[in-house]
């Protein structure tokens, strides 16, 4: 396409390049606007211009359009005279046709606040979500920091486990070290620093030593050097290099005996400490892996290359304090450190000035001291002392966390008074640390609160709370990693360490003069095709109407729900209404001027995530918090406050239901958490059928036409952790914690489905009405997507699962839009990345398996920088418009050609006009089948910096890069032949027009509990033949043989007979008893059953369930057992 071809500006009219009313204007980027690019001298040329008799203001000077073009023409020379002319109208606001110089300069001071403001609103980072690391570690990580030379991080816990990350956050390798001094369990880890320089990296340790290990081997973790014999133990390591001389370096540690001790080294990069030569005679000893270092033989000067030196920085007469943090600063030339006393809670040691750092401080031979010592230091006095600090040599501030609270900003030459206080920390603050390229300090708390600062400000910006790991209190350890790639993007990562756990939190990349639509991220973008304007809401409940055809604002509410989120936004059938809900619960119904006629109360007063609001005609339904739809009836619409009535169809789900769609006449569909689809009747309100082919679980067989195929899940895909949704603890069944966003739905590449929580949810459910007068056929007529970014087409009258396929790779969960021809389907993902796929003949005949091929991509552009929370389509001039809304702030409207029309709240205003794609541009979806099942799409859209120039240097390039390889490959030609063989099938026959069937004549699907069968005409009955009764009724002749007589039981038995094991023990006793003396115990044993015993002068009853009282005689019952034996007179 040439480069004359605007998207736009209509192709056909050929007045377009020669009438400049009708070109469309360029989107200048704000640091080029004119008043931008005004200066202090400009303005007091316009001024004193201004101030000159005149008939305006105060008899001041008043100019017209053509007066004001023409006068800064020969003031300024900055600008054209159309930019002149466009500065006028943003001006004259009232259009009254006349400037003069109070306009003029109250114009200048409110451009100047909006650019104060966005400056503001961009320094403010922007994190992505927390990720929680799989820790090898069993004990307090001690600290966290990066390897310049291996590009990874490495984590040491107290325990001695070493595990090393790269900057894909992914465990490289862990390893466990210690020493031979002591054994494993009396041994911990204080602090540990990387030796950049000379890719060593140095540990401390409760033995009194420090180990200095190398870290070339990929393979080992060889120590080399061990400096033994400390006088106290080692809390904290610092190490510096020289960047001009390799050679010179600087080792200092921090100890319990309050000391700061310090090794200088002047052959770094050769050897840190030097060997010992052999013996004579004998062969130098390659192999020795570790030479142990004492720390007197450093103090007299053994080795040549190092020298050592301490002072007492903390230390009292009556109080020793331990050393919680060390640092040496090259532009100070000083060692800074800290502790938790108040009279020392932070000290500086000041060197002498311009001395090389090779030089020894305080060597001692002998009796004789041939250097300099330090000449002094500084002590600040802090109440309750200091847990950390860090210096900022740009800004020359010293930042203290104090055990008070407080976070104290402190000149290093001035310690009578803190150059500032940043106060709002309920706990003690546990470590801070400058953000060198933004001029901030982060700051974090005892209590989980991480806190952003502006330093030149002294005001907290940015609050970060609720979002790290609940539990008791624990030790954290903060690193902010600033650094670059080698591609020069910069990292901007924050981690923070709970006991043993890791955590990191990136920043998102900052976009500079981005435009923003709504201060807070916007939830909602709707088409209104009534007043032809887009509605949108953020989660501040701010409601705005912007102009489709110009991108106006036109009218602005706020505070919709007070001070709850907003959640969703919808509009009635006749578009004059607007549905909001909130995390409160509550559902409020708006009129187009800001009227609230209806508060709806979902939850009963408690608070709820309200998902989705479907509007129909007599009826409105609320769901996403629980796991049943919540119905509000027409007829109620009397009173402000308006009560649910009941669903008749009661609960079906078992997971929390997130989206509805709906098709007339009455097909209602619901997706839930768990992947489960529920069609429901809306008349009876009551479920039909159930497509769970795809949900997490097997349900069990139902009575009614229920699907349950016991499939496994969709493919593994790799996907990285909300459509916010929050169920209340009652509605939820789930064991671990849902995601609270889509965004959070990511995992890591080589994960499964079942392995991330949202990987079944479903976000959105959209029916294809084009398609309902064949849904009875073999077409898909619904479409889900939601987690791992699936896209799933379903006939809901067989119940069938017809295609599904990854529509955005990585990219977690997606949402969708599609037009009212059901032509195209539009998916974004949380990347804020959006593609448009052609569907008019997609799943359109009977499969019998399902498809796992992508319909053709049409587009794929990148509108956001967050996450893509709602798509809308709609049709403007002949133009297919995509209007989107994101977490970055803003409201984007494109086409589906992939070319941008503007943001709203953009400073220039734009036309929309037709558009005709050329040839090339109609067939790109045939270049891109041969990378589908990649998903290794053409992007169409220019870089970011393109993407500031105009759009006709945007199509021509666009153009220009694209490779086309169909015709030339055979790759291409055997797809080429493939899409023909599917274009060619044979279409579906016709449905006979038999008068008796309703739903013949009408198209629906079948109602009932047969309509998921498949019916055809009976076959043609066989005249019947009877049976030959002769052949089967025949008499059958008296049979002689007789069965053998079975034996008796008692002549077969062989066991012997035991009546002591038959018979219990008070039985025989009583036996015994009647006997007599000597006599045998043997009575009637058929006698004993019938209750009577003779053979004497009484009888006696035996009565299980009695127990009468007799005189005379009197039986002992057995232990553990009832009396049911009593003797009777």
């Not at 981005?514 to 809401?537: C, D, F, G, W």
């Not at 679980?697 to 459509?723: F, H, M, Y």
């Not at 803003?890 to 992939?898: E, K, L």
Request: charge should be neutral; aromatic fraction near 8%.
């Amino acid at each position: 396409m040439s480069s004359s071809s605007s998207p736009t500006r209509s192709l056909k009219d050929p007045d377009s390049m020669k009438s400049p009313d009708r070109m469309e204007k360029k989107i200048i980027p704000i640091d080029q606007k004119l008043e931008n690019r005004l200066n202090m001298k400009d303005l007091e040329k316009l001024q004193d211009a201004f101030m000159t008799q005149g008939e305006g203001y105060d008899n001041r000077l008043s100019l017209n359009k053509a007066q004001f073009c023409e006068a800064l023409s020969i003031l300024l020379k900055k600008g054209s005279k159309q930019e002149y002319a466009d500065l006028f109208d943003k001006i004259d606001v009232t259009q009254e046709g006349t400037v003069d110089w109070d306009k003029f300069a109250s114009h200048m001071l409110l451009e100047f606040y909006e650019k104060d403001d966005r400056v503001k609103s961009t320094q403010v980072p922007q994190w992505k979500d927390l990720k929680a690391l799989p820790s090898p570690h069993k004990e307090v990580v001690q600290r966290v920091r990066f390897l310049k030379n291996t590009n990874r991080y490495v984590a040491i816990s107290k325990e001695g486990c070493v595990s090393m990350w790269g900057t894909d956050l992914k465990l490289q390798r862990s390893l466990k070290t210690g020493t031979d001094s002591c054994k494993a369990r009396d041994l911990w880890v204080t602090d540990f620093v990387p030796l950049q320089n000379v890719n060593k990296i140095a540990l401390a340790f409760t033995s009194k030593e420090i180990a200095i290990y190398d870290l070339s081997s990929k393979l080992e973790f060889n120590c080399q050097y061990k400096v033994q014999g400390l006088p106290y133990t080692p809390l904290c390591l610092d190490y510096w290099s020289n960047p001009n001389n390799v050679n010179e370096a600087i080792l200092v540690w921090g100890d319990v005996g309050g000391y700061i001790n310090i090794i200088f080294f002047t052959s770094a990069n050769i050897a840190l400490f030097e060997r010992p030569p052999a013996p004579a005679g004998e062969k130098q000893v390659w192999q020795e892996p570790c030479l142990n270092v004492p720390i007197s033989e450093i103090l007299i000067g053994k080795y040549k290359n190092s020298t050592f030196t301490k002072y007492a920085g903390h230390r009292e007469e009556s109080k020793v304090e331990w050393v919680r943090e060390v640092l040496y600063s090259q532009y100070l030339e000083c060692f800074i450190s800290c502790s938790t006393s108040t009279n020392h809670a932070v000290v500086i040691g000041w060197m002498e000035k311009h001395t090389a750092v090779n030089q020894s401080i305080n060597v001692t031979r002998g009796a004789v001291s041939t250097k300099k010592e330090i000449q002094r230091q500084s002590e600040f006095v802090i109440v309750q002392g200091v847990n950390s600090f860090d210096y900022n040599e740009q800004l020359n501030l010293i930042a203290t966390a104090g055990v008070n609270n407080h976070v104290c900003l402190w000149n290093p030459y001035v310690v009578s008074k803190p150059n500032g206080v940043l106060r709002g920390h309920m706990a003690s603050v546990v470590q801070v640390q400058f953000i060198k390229s933004r001029g901030q300090l982060i700051s974090f708390s005892k209590d989980k609160v991480l806190r952003i600062w502006d330093v030149q400000l002294q005001v907290c910006i940015q609050r970060l709370a609720g979002m790290f790991p609940k539990g008791p209190e624990v030790q954290s350890k903060l690193y902010f990693d600033d650094g670059k790639e080698r591609s020069g993007v910069d990292r901007n990562r924050l981690f923070i360490t709970f006991n043993y756990q890791l955590t990191a939190l990136d920043m998102k990349v900052e976009i500079k003069d981005r435009i923003m639509s709504h201060e807070k991220p916007i939830v909602t973008a709707l088409y209104n095709t009534v007043y032809n304007q887009v509605i949108s809401v953020c989660q501040a409940g701010t409601i705005v109407m912007w102009m489709i055809d110009t991108g106006q604002k036109v009218k602005q509410f706020n505070s919709s729900h007070g001070t709850a989120e907003v959640t969703c936004l919808s509009q009635d059938l006749s578009e004059t209404r607007l549905f909001t809900g909130s995390t409160d619960g509550t559902v409020k119904v708006w009129d187009f001027n800001g009227h609230c006629y209806h508060t709806l109360s979902c939850s009963g007063g408690h608070p709820a995530d309200v998902g989705q609001i479907l509007i129909l005609k007599r009826q409105v339904l609320v769901v996403g918090w629980a796991k049943y739809i919540t119905v509000f009836r027409n007829n109620n619409f009397r009173d402000f406050h308006v009560e649910p009535a009941d669903w008749k169809g009661g609960q079906e789900h078992v997971e929390d239901i997130l989206c509805v769609a709906f098709v007339s006449p009455n097909i209602l569909a619901s997706g839930a958490y768990d992947g489960e689809i529920v069609v429901w009747n809306t008349n009876s309100e009551q479920a039909s059928r159930h497509l769970s082919q795809r949900s997490r679980k097997v349900l069990k067989s139902r009575t009614k036409s229920t699907i349950v195929i016991k499939e496994s899940g969709p493919p593994a895909s790799s996907i990285p952790e909300d459509q916010e949704s929050k169920p209340p603890d009652d509605s939820s069944i789930v064991t671990k914690p849902r995601p609270k966003s889509r965004a959070l739905s990511r995992v890591s590449e080589g994960s499964n489905d079942e392995q991330n929580e949202f990987g079944l949810a479903i976000s959105k459910l959209l029916f294809l009405e084009t398609r309902k007068t064949n849904s009875s056929g073999h077409c898909a007529n619904l479409v889900s997507c939601g987690g791992n970014g699936w896209v799933r087409f379903w006939n809901t009258s067989k119940s069938q699962l017809m295609a599904e396929y990854v529509a955005h790779l990585h990219a977690g969960s997606i949402i969708m839009a599609t037009d009212k021809k059901n032509q195209y389907l539009v998916t974004g993902d949380v990347d804020g990345v959006i593609k448009v796929w052609e569907i008019l003949e997609y799943c359109m005949h009977h499969v019998d398996d399902t498809i796992q091929t992508p319909p053709p991509l049409k587009r794929q552009f990148h509108p956001h920088q967050d996450m893509i929370n709602s798509i809308d389509i709609c049709e403007r001039n002949d133009r297919m418009l995509v209007i989107s809304s994101s977490s970055d702030c803003s409201v984007a409207v494109w086409d589906i050609y992939g070319n941008k029309i503007g943001v709203f709240g953009q400073d220039e205003h734009w036309r929309i006009e037709q558009y005709i794609p050329g040839e090339e541009l109609q067939n790109l979806d045939e270049e891109n089948e041969t990378a589908d099942t990649k998903d290794a799409t053409i992007c169409l859209t220019p870089e970011k910096d393109e993407m500031k120039e105009s759009t006709d240097i945007m199509d021509e390039q666009s153009v220009d890069y694209r490779i086309n390889t169909w015709d030339n490959t055979v790759l291409g030609k055997d797809y080429q032949e493939l899409r023909i063989r599917k274009r060619e099938r044979r279409q579906p026959g016709t449905i006979p027009n038999l008068p008796y069937l309703h739903w013949e004549r009408t198209g629906q699907a079948p109602a009932g509990p047969y309509s998921a069968l498949q019916t055809s005409e009976l076959l043609q009955v066989e005249p019947l033949v009877k049976p030959d009764a002769e052949k089967y009724f025949l008499d059958r002749p008296p049979s002689t043989e007789y069965l053998p007589k079975l034996p008796v039981l008692a002549d077969t038995l062989k066991t012997a007979f035991d009546e002591k094991s038959l018979f219990p023990k008070f039985i025989l006793d009583y036996e015994l008893l009647r006997s007599g003396k000597g006599k045998t115990a043997r009575g009637s044993v058929h006698h004993v059953g019938s209750g009577q015993v003779a053979g004497s002068q009484k009888t006696y009853q035996f009565s299980p369930r009695k127990n009468k009282t007799v005189t005379g005689s009197k039986l002992k019952p057995v232990a553990g057992r009832k009396n049911s034996v009593t003797a009777q007179e």
